[in-house]
């Protein structure tokens, strides 16, 4: 019955969208400002039909992944490492606090002079930019393990590696989790934004391509299927953050 209502309010709120884009459509009596819904629908038919967006779909996702698992890979690992250090906390908490609020965008001029216009810059531009999230919301579950915790592990007189598998990586899973949420969606968005200034390849690309030749129909209609990736990814992600962590609703 849940699901049905939440249908239910999709399908209502994207007809009531889809209508005031159309009226607004004809009010400007201007297809090239802004196309109609039907031309967008009828443009992804057509750049999926004819093949031309999906190698930009397989380069954005592949960028995307690529600089995602390896900000996980790094960022969990320094966030546990730091998280259970109070010396490493006192000299890297400066460094890392000065670097955080900097935008992933801002690295891109760098990255271009350090790896040029194409895959490498893309992928260095992701990685900063999952790389916070994952950082520290691990960095935070870990110095948020109630104290308790710790006298069970020395009460049993826990090895490292057991404390660390029985009670840490337990404890602090939901937050590893929840920086990852965050970070595919930075990264998506990023990804964007970087292939549009540095790339060669990719959705950003497609865009920027399409706006410098005045598509401005393929500009919408690549936009709508980044939109609906995006999502999709999230849902993977929160998919996948609600079976692990099952047991926390019990």
Do not use: D
């Not at 999952?130 to 826990?158: C, D, E, H, Q």
């Amino acid at each position: 019955m849940g699901i049905m209502i939440n249908i239910w309010k999709w399908m209502v709120s994207l007809f009531f969208f889809f209508l005031i884009w159309e009226i607004i459509s004809l009010l400007t009596n201007n297809t090239f400002f802004l196309p109609p819904p039907w031309e967008i629908m009828n443009s992804i038919w057509y750049l999926f039909s004819s093949g031309i967006i999906i190698p930009h779909i397989i380069a954005s996702l592949e960028k995307t992944l690529i600089g995602f698992f390896i900000a996980l890979v790094i960022g969990s690992f320094l966030g546990y490492v730091i998280g259970l250090s109070k010396f490493l906390r006192e000299y890297f908490n400066p460094i890392i606090e000065l670097m955080r609020p900097v935008p992933p965008i801002a690295w891109i001029p760098l990255a271009i002079v350090w790896f040029g216009i194409g895959y490498a810059s893309s992928a260095f531009i992701i990685f900063i930019a999952a790389f916070f999230p994952i950082f520290t919301n691990v960095y935070f579950g870990v110095t948020s393990i109630p104290r308790v915790y710790n006298r069970i592990g020395k009460n049993y007189n826990l090895t490292p590696l057991q404390k660390f598998t029985n009670i840490i990586f337990p404890f602090t899973l939901p937050y590893l989790l929840t920086g990852c949420k965050t970070s595919i969606g930075f990264s998506w968005m990023v990804v964007i934004a970087a292939e549009m200034i540095a790339g060669n390849y990719g959705l950003g690309y497609f865009i920027e391509a399409n706006r410098v030749l005045l598509k401005t129909e393929y500009v919408i209609a690549t936009m709508v299927i980044i939109g609906v990736i995006g999502y999709l990814m999230n849902r993977l992600v929160a998919l996948l953050e609600s079976r692990v962590t099952a047991w926390r609703t019990k």
